[in-house]
């Protein structure tokens, strides 16, 4: 007897970002599977897969997002009852990946909770994870497994080239020492457009024992009368990069305009940002921004071409790398 195995895709959806999984669907010309998801009457979260997944290759989308610990767990139940139901490959889709602020220990007697997760995963039975613009790039080091690390920096600098007025130099902006790498992939982006741009970043000081506080106290670089871009992964509460826009505009900058992967917009978020003196702020759906968070000068792009794009070159066991000119590291 001869078996010639038959690859199948199949696509299952948390309820973290159903709009986003749903673009990430129709991209791939792939229906989202049939599942159910409830809760027992004590909050308990209930799983039950409503088709065959045996010998698939199956991608389970979630948003990491509020309520935060809810959708881990329901995506971790999701994996098991694949793990359980003889899926062939599993592969879990984190756009936003949680938890990953957390990835040492800037304290005695703190946890390391973007390894946690990491081992979760791997409890539960993924064989594989794709995250985008993860908070720092070692946690790929925390897998056992293939991590496929994309990034939003193309999809944000082909945004920004249409903005930007030509005849102002540039400067892209760190808004912390340690996202030098980043602001320079963005900067050569932007060069990939025949738009130069100088690199700067923001000395931000965190008073000890606080996490959620950070305040921009100096700027090293040229940002007098310059079109200042600031770049960084996500946007929780804005302080750090209000406090920074604040700072650049105090150094003469001709205009600041943030730019992030990830808008988590929490508490104060919006209010600081359209107080702020901020031109333009640019995200991505990677976390869904419900219609009370918008604002007039925010925009927010679809990163679903880019995480489809991903998913069919993982399935067909093309490289990923390629798809960014190996720059998503």
Do not use: W
Not at 5 to 33: C, D, W
Not at 152 to 178: F, I, K, N, Y
Not at 197 to 202: N, R
Not at 259 to 270: E, F, N, R
């Amino acid at each position: 007897m001869e078996l010639v195995p038959k690859k199948t895709l199949q696509l299952l959806a948390g309820s973290g970002n159903p709009e986003l999984s749903q673009e990430i669907a129709a991209s791939l010309g792939v229906p989202l599977g049939d599942v159910t998801l409830s809760r027992f009457a004590n909050g308990e979260l209930y799983c039950r897969l409503g088709e065959n997944v045996r010998g698939a290759d199956v991608f389970v989308l979630q948003g990491h997002c509020d309520p935060i610990n809810d959708h881990i767990m329901e995506q971790l139940i999701m994996i098991d009852a694949l793990k359980r139901a003889s899926a062939r490959r599993i592969t879990a889709v984190c756009p936003f990946y949680g938890y990953a602020r957390q990835d040492r220990k800037a304290e005695g007697r703190e946890p390391i909770t973007a390894r946690l997760l990491a081992d979760l995963f791997t409890v539960a039975g993924a064989d594989r994870v794709v995250v985008v613009d993860l908070h720092t790039g070692q946690i790929q080091g925390f897998f056992d497994f293939p991590v496929d690390h994309l990034t939003a920096v193309p999809l944000l600098a082909d945004h920004l080239v249409g903005m930007l007025d030509r005849e102002t130099d540039v400067t892209v902006v760190s808004p912390d020492a340690g996202g030098g790498k980043l602001a320079r992939r963005f900067a050569n982006c932007l060069d990939g457009h025949g738009v130069h741009a100088d690199l700067a970043f923001i000395d931000k000081r965190r008073p000890k024992g606080t996490h959620n506080v950070a305040v921009a106290t100096e700027v090293v670089g040229l940002v007098e009368g310059r079109q200042c871009i600031l770049i960084d992964d996500m946007i929780d509460t804005a302080g750090t990069v209000v406090s920074a826009a604040e700072l650049l505009m105090g150094r003469g900058a001709k205009s600041v305009s943030i730019l992030a992967t990830h808008g988590l917009l929490s508490g104060p978020a919006v209010d600081r940002l359209k107080n702020g003196p901020i031109r333009d702020v640019v995200v991505t759906n990677s976390l869904p921004v419900p219609s009370e968070k918008h604002f007039d000068s925010l925009t927010v792009l679809s990163i679903a071409p880019i995480i489809a794009d991903a998913l069919s070159a993982v399935f067909e066991e093309r490289s990923v790398s390629e798809l960014f000119s190996g720059d998503n590291v």
